[in-house]
């Protein structure tokens, strides 16, 4: 069934297919991947603030809420709870391992790593909404985290409509059977030029037998493997999971009630897939290095000012007596989103996709997620910790982080806009100041 028309650029080349009921299940399928991962991440925040899930799990916790002269900052300072939201993406990093073999011919990756990051802030958008309904239930946060189930559901009904990848069946021989699938797929018959670029790019993979020996060892490979692990490692210490986790916390921290944090959240997750929606619309115009260099700064300023004002405000015991302050750091956590959302939330995902040879791209991808991975869990798992003993110091600790990754993408970090990967070496790394001298010169 095919419900419009499509070109695909592939090398340069126009491959002609159109949009058929395959392609729909793949985005579809793609998209509820990011929905369920977005939810879990915003979930979890909401579910952590909830009086009845801490009276159920973590009595001491909420103890420690409710108790007037508790240390406004170390109230939810808990190893367990921390872990709750944490564990997540220890798992992840397994999975990505796994899929860093699985996915050696997944062609189009680039482009469906800064959508896949548009569907997590809408998954993220959506959890707090479903936070802020069941707060007020007996019991809400079961209905929060069992909401995970139906994204879950979709993905396992979804995989019994989707064939197997052209790629994988022209990788194991079966050219016949790969053309066949790939005519399903694309709607039409001429899919010889698209068949062989899959051919192609699956020889030229299958020259590496060992992909991630080859990325370690091989000096050209270097600079991409610095660069796409730092591009992650950065990401997280903007601080924005901080955010993302934490969000209903951090407003109860400053003395909002239980559903005036959770509106709050909604309010910033909003703003933040809409600033994402502006990524997907304007980094192909503007470059990826002017927004990662905005991005960084506009969120360097925000962090400062959130500090100062908690330093001021918010005392050890007692909430925040102005009821101007929490709305003002509200604001400034819904612009310290957007420069996250439209730089280096989309742009962490996309530039690392961009930057390594065929031969290593998903051994390459993988350390880069895998990064990721372990950033996102050490924030998750000690944030909460830290703020009980730096306080609004911590928030300083990130505008510095952002004054570094600033500096690193003005000075290290190559424009990758409009460069086909096999033109990277040549047309990049080779002509850069400082990475230029991990290639042969001829």
Same mark, same amino acid.
Request: proline content about 3%; charged content about 15%.
């Given at each position: 069934?095919?419900?419009?028309?499509?070109?695909?650029?592939?090398?340069?080349?126009?491959?002609?297919?159109?949009?058929?009921?395959?392609?729909?299940?793949?985005?579809?399928?793609?998209?509820?991947?990011?929905?369920?991962?977005?939810?879990?991440?915003?979930?979890?925040?909401?579910?952590?603030?909830?009086?009845?899930?801490?009276?159920?799990?973590?009595?001491?916790?909420?103890?420690?809420?409710?108790?007037?002269?508790?240390?406004?900052?170390?109230?939810?300072?808990?190893?367990?709870?921390?872990?709750? #939201?944490?564990?997540?993406?220890?798992?992840g990093?397994?999975?990505?391992?796994?899929?860093?073999?699985?996915?050696?011919?997944?062609?189009?990756?680039?482009?469906?790593?800064?959508?896949?990051?548009?569907?997590? #802030?809408?998954?993220?958008?959506?959890?707090?909404?479903?936070?802020?309904l069941?707060?007020?239930?007996?019991?809400?946060?079961?209905?929060?985290?069992?909401?995970?189930?139906?994204?879950?559901?979709?993905?396992?009904?979804?995989?019994?409509?989707?064939?197997?990848?052209?790629?994988?069946?022209?990788?194991?021989?079966?050219?016949?059977?790969?053309k066949?699938?790939?005519?399903?797929?694309?709607?039409?018959?001429?899919?010889?030029?698209?068949?062989?670029?899959?051919?192609?790019?699956?020889?030229?993979?299958?020259?590496?037998?060992?992909?991630?020996?080859?990325?370690?060892?091989?000096?050209?490979?270097?600079?991409?493997?610095?660069?796409?692990?730092?591009?992650?490692?950065? +990401?997280?210490?903007?601080?924005?999971?901080?955010?993302?986790?934490?969000?209903?916390?951090?407003?109860?921290?400053?003395?909002?009630?239980?559903?005036?944090?959770?509106?709050?959240?909604?309010?910033?997750?909003?703003?933040?897939?809409?600033?994402?929606?502006?990524?997907?619309?304007?980094?192909?115009?503007?470059?990826?290095?002017?927004?990662?260099?905005?991005?960084?700064?506009?969120m360097?300023?925000?962090?400062?000012?959130?500090?100062?004002?908690?330093?001021?405000?918010?005392?050890?015991?007692?909430?925040?007596?102005?009821?101007?302050?929490?709305?003002?750091?509200?604001?400034?956590?819904?612009?310290y989103?957007?420069?996250?959302?439209?730089?280096?939330?989309?742009?962490?995902?996309?530039?690392?996709?961009?930057?390594?040879?065929?031969e290593?791209? #998903?051994?390459?991808?993988?350390?880069?997620?895998?990064?990721?991975?372990?950033?996102?869990?050490?924030?998750?798992?000690f944030?909460?910790?830290?703020?009980?003993?730096?306080?609004?110091?911590l928030?300083?600790?990130?505008?510095?982080?952002?004054?570094?990754?600033?500096?690193?993408?003005?000075?290290?970090?190559?424009? #990758?806009?409009?460069?086909?990967?096999?033109?990277?070496?040549? +047309?990049?790394?080779?002509?850069?100041?400082?990475?230029?001298?991990?290639?042969?010169?001829?």
């Amino acid at each position: 069934m095919a419900v419009g028309v499509m070109d695909i650029e592939e090398g340069g080349a126009s491959l002609p297919g159109k949009t058929t009921f395959q392609v729909v299940m793949c985005s579809i399928i793609a998209a509820v991947g990011g929905l369920m991962f977005g939810y879990d991440i915003g979930i979890s925040g909401g579910v952590t603030s909830m009086d009845t899930f801490l009276l159920d799990f973590f009595p001491h916790v909420y103890e420690k809420k409710h108790r007037v002269h508790e240390n406004n900052y170390c109230k939810f300072d808990d190893q367990l709870l921390q872990l709750f #939201t944490s564990s997540l993406y220890l798992a992840g990093i397994f999975a990505s391992f796994a899929a860093s073999f699985l996915c050696r011919r997944s062609r189009h990756v680039d482009r469906l790593n800064i959508a896949f990051q548009l569907l997590i #802030t809408v998954g993220i958008l959506a959890a707090s909404f479903v936070n802020y309904l069941t707060s007020t239930m007996k019991n809400g946060w079961r209905y929060s985290l069992g909401g995970a189930a139906v994204p879950a559901l979709i993905l396992l009904i979804g995989s019994f409509f989707i064939h197997e990848t052209p790629a994988s069946l022209i990788e194991r021989g079966k050219d016949e059977e790969g053309k066949k699938v790939l005519r399903k797929i694309r709607g039409i018959d001429n899919i010889e030029l698209e068949f062989n670029e899959i051919k192609r790019a699956t020889e030229i993979s299958n020259k590496v037998k060992t992909p991630f020996k080859e990325l370690f060892t091989k000096s050209e490979n270097r600079p991409p493997l610095v660069c796409g692990t730092l591009l992650q490692f950065f +990401q997280q210490f903007t601080g924005i999971n901080v955010v993302m986790f934490y969000a209903p916390v951090l407003f109860q921290t400053m003395g909002s009630g239980n559903n005036a944090s959770l509106v709050s959240t909604v309010v910033t997750n909003g703003v933040n897939a809409l600033a994402t929606v502006f990524a997907v619309i304007m980094v192909d115009r503007l470059g990826r290095k002017f927004f990662l260099v905005e991005g960084a700064t506009q969120m360097m300023a925000t962090q400062i000012t959130i500090g100062a004002l908690l330093l001021k405000y918010l005392h050890l015991v007692g909430p925040i007596t102005s009821h101007a302050v929490p709305l003002i750091v509200l604001i400034l956590i819904c612009i310290y989103v957007s420069g996250f959302a439209w730089s280096w939330g989309p742009l962490g995902w996309l530039i690392p996709s961009e930057i390594y040879q065929l031969e290593v791209r #998903t051994s390459g991808y993988f350390c880069a997620v895998a990064m990721n991975m372990v950033c996102t869990f050490v924030i998750g798992q000690f944030f909460l910790s830290a703020l009980c003993r730096f306080r609004s110091g911590l928030f300083f600790f990130f505008a510095v982080m952002n004054v570094i990754m600033g500096l690193f993408a003005i000075f290290f970090l190559p424009e #990758t806009r409009g460069v086909p990967i096999e033109d990277m070496a040549e +047309q990049r790394w080779k002509k850069h100041w400082h990475w230029k001298k991990y290639f042969k010169q001829n």
